[in-house]
């Protein structure tokens, strides 16, 4: 399987006086979101890279949901500390903008990651019956 690696946006940080720009891959055991965040206003001042990986075992839910405006990865974890070293996050949800010309390598990468998740699932199943 080719690795996706998919430019996304958080969601505004600071009501909107920084934004947080980065890319959002998959390792073999992980989903990693790998983040800057600079100031919305000139862009000059930034922040280091700032790198989260989220063990696939802590990943509940992966969606895609597409609107007129905007499409967005919808992730939903099982631990808050993963959802806490982000700008701007919503209960037990990451929320990732991804820009319309990325939008077909996004539903690409979500249905990677769900038929990733379908056979770990399966795999534990047979793996507990026996």
């Known amino acids: 399987m080719e690795s996706i690696v998919l430019p996304v946006k958080l969601e505004d940080s600071l009501e909107g006086l920084a934004e947080s720009v ?3 891959s998959q390792t073999p ?3 990693k979101i790998q983040f800057q965040t ?3 206003i000139l862009g000059l001042i930034k922040s280091g ?3 989260i990986e989220i063990p696939m075992k802590n990943v509940l839910e992966i969606s ?3 609107s007129i405006f905007s499409h967005k990865i919808i ?3 099982d631990d808050l500390n993963y959802v806490s070293q982000l700008p701007y996050t919503g209960n037990h949800e990451i929320s990732l903008s991804v820009s319309r010309k ?3 390598q996004a539903i690409d990468f979500v249905r990677s990651i769900r038929l990733d998740m379908s056979e770990r699932v399966y795999n534990q199943a047979i ?3 026996s």
Do not use: T
């Open 38 to 40: 600079k100031d919305a």
């Open 22 to 24: 980065g890319l959002l």
């Open 127 to 129: 793996k507990d019956a």
């Open 75 to 77: 992730i939903s974890v």
């Open 49 to 51: 890279v700032k790198v």
């Open 29 to 31: 055991h992980s989903l």
């Open 64 to 66: 895609i949901k597409k």
């Open 102 to 104: 990325n939008i077909d």
